[in-house]
């Protein structure tokens, strides 16, 4: 049986959910600002905002440049939730001369 040309489409497309255990429910996960890494478990990465489909409570850990790491339980039962991120402290490690000019 052949699946129609948009399913096949659908199916090889990045998509912005990612799938944890069976799925009970699905979350969005925000974080303020955008453009984070999400990984549940250890298991997969998202770019947030995106979506989790989530079987139990999970650990998420999220990262993005110049933020600090951090680590957030994820429960099933909410529709959203916004994780706001914290900026890195100034480093005396970086070198303001060797950065380029910006024009």
Known sequence: MRKPAFLLLLML?????????????TLMVKTDPEGALLAIDGVGECETPCSVRLDGPKQARIAKAGFVSKTYVLSPGKNEVTIPLELAAASDDVDATALPDLD
């Open 13 to 25: 497309l990045p998509g912005g959910c990612m799938t944890i255990g069976g799925g009970a429910s």
